[in-house]
């Protein structure tokens, strides 16, 4: 069984960092990427960025830019730098594991409990 546990998440004011970790366990076979999710309170889960084991990147446009994702394969480690952080960037995070190289929530089976990120004006 795949368990997933985020770290790394806080309060910063805007223009601040933050740096994720998630640490997967159980890692399935045939689900090679991994990915971060945002949730803020009334909206949709959104992608924010995924890594494939091949080094494949892809980050939601909002992220471009300001957002970095890393994974270590060998000891099945991803990480998330967030750079700038804007007020609009609130939320929970999540990391996920797919089959899947997709930023939709809906390819992804298995979910960390997330991290809230809170960035103040």
């Known amino acids: 069984q795949v368990q997933l546990v985020e770290s790394g998440g806080g309060s910063v004011q805007g223009g601040g960092s933050l740096r994720f970790s998630c640490v997967a366990s159980?890692?399935?076979?045939?689900?090679?990427?991994m990915g971060w999710f945002r949730q803020a309170p009334g909206k949709e889960r959104e992608g924010v960025a995924v890594v494939d084991n091949d080094g494949s990147l892809r980050y939601a446009e909002f992220a471009k830019g300001r957002f970095t994702v890393s994974k270590d394969n060998d000891k099945n480690i991803m990480y998330l730098q967030m750079d700038s952080l804007e007020p609009g960037d609130s939320g929970m995070y999540y990391c996920?594991?797919?089959?899947?190289?997709?930023?939709?929530?809906?390819?992804?089976?298995?979910w960390g409990q997330g991290t809230q990120v809170t960035v103040s004006s």
């Open positions: 159980g890692y399935p076979a045939g689900s090679p990427c």
């Open positions: 996920a594991t797919s089959r899947v190289f997709s930023l939709l929530p809906a390819f992804y089976s298995s």
